[in-house]
T-cell receptor, first 112, second 112 residues
Framework: DTAVSQTPKYLVTQMGNDKSIKCEQN?????MYWYKQDSKKFLKIMFS???????INETVPNRFSPKSPDKAHLNLHINSLELGDSAVYFC???????????FGSGTQLSVL | QKEVEQNSGPLSVPEGAIASLNCTYS??????FFWYRQYSGKSPELIMF????GDKEDGRFTAQLNKASQYVSLLIRDSQPSDSATYLC????????????FGKGTHLIIQP
């Protein structure tokens, strides 16, 4: 069983579209995250959720919105996609905010 | 703003030798330190974590932490070609409020 799973693995779309990436973890962790890895491979945190509460939010455009129906899921919605949004997006989870992260396999988003 | 610095490399090491990867961090309050390995096109996977000053060994890997110097390193003994990857240093903030901050990674190449 995959501990942290995200779908889709690849997402190709046009500028201006709205898209979602789904993430689920079966580890019983309390905290989930979204990270963005750009073309230079720099991994930067976007959001984290702890017990359905947003606890951090870096300087991310409000076109990005995380949604967590329960503590095992954290989906990422992106509105009005821009070329600069092209990157690999990783979902991750941890038992709590101070502990090691387990990553999903990543979603490669290409905005044309 | 927390910063985590790594030499991007590439760091080239002959097979069988010791690979030494270094990382410095800016937040003196950081308590937890992690090393992740990322193969091209894959997600980061945790290989070591360290919380206390000194050395921590796990198989061929040794993590070293010096909080006074704000320095953490990873040694890989008996380097194998399969160790060729990007190694990401990650640091947790002192207050636990910011999740993990990653360095830009060091690209390690083990030459057969």
């Amino acid at each position: 069983d995959t501990a942290v799973s995200q779908t889709p693995k690849y997402l190709v779309t046009q500028m201006g579209n709205d898209k979602s990436i789904k993430c689920e973890q079966n580890l019983g962790h309390d905290t989930m995250y979204w990270y963005k890895q750009d073309s230079k491979k720099f991994l930067k945190i976007m959001f984290s959720y702890n017990n359905k509460e947003l606890i951090i939010n870096e300087t991310v455009p409000n076109r990005f919105s995380p949604k967590s129906p329960d503590k095992a899921h954290l989906n990422l919605h992106i509105n009005s996609l821009e070329l600069g949004d092209s990157a690999v997006y990783f979902c991750a989870s941890s038992r709590n905010r101070d502990e090691k992260l387990f990553f999903g396999s990543g979603t490669q988003l290409s905005v044309l | 703003q927390k910063e985590v610095e790594q030499n991007s490399g590439p760091l080239s090491v002959p097979e069988g030798a010791i690979a030494s990867l270094n990382c410095t961090y800016s937040d003196r309050g950081s308590q937890s330190f992690f090393w992740y390995r990322q193969y091209s096109g894959k997600s980061p996977e945790l290989i070591m974590f360290i919380y206390s000053n000194g050395d921590k060994e796990d198989g061929r890997f040794t993590a070293q932490l010096n909080k006074a110097s704000q320095y953490v390193s990873l040694l890989i003994r008996d380097s194998q070609p399969s160790d060729s990857a990007t190694y990401l240093c990650a640091v947790e903030g002192g207050g636990g409020a910011d999740g993990l901050t990653f360095g830009k990674g060091t690209h390690l190449i083990i030459q057969p």
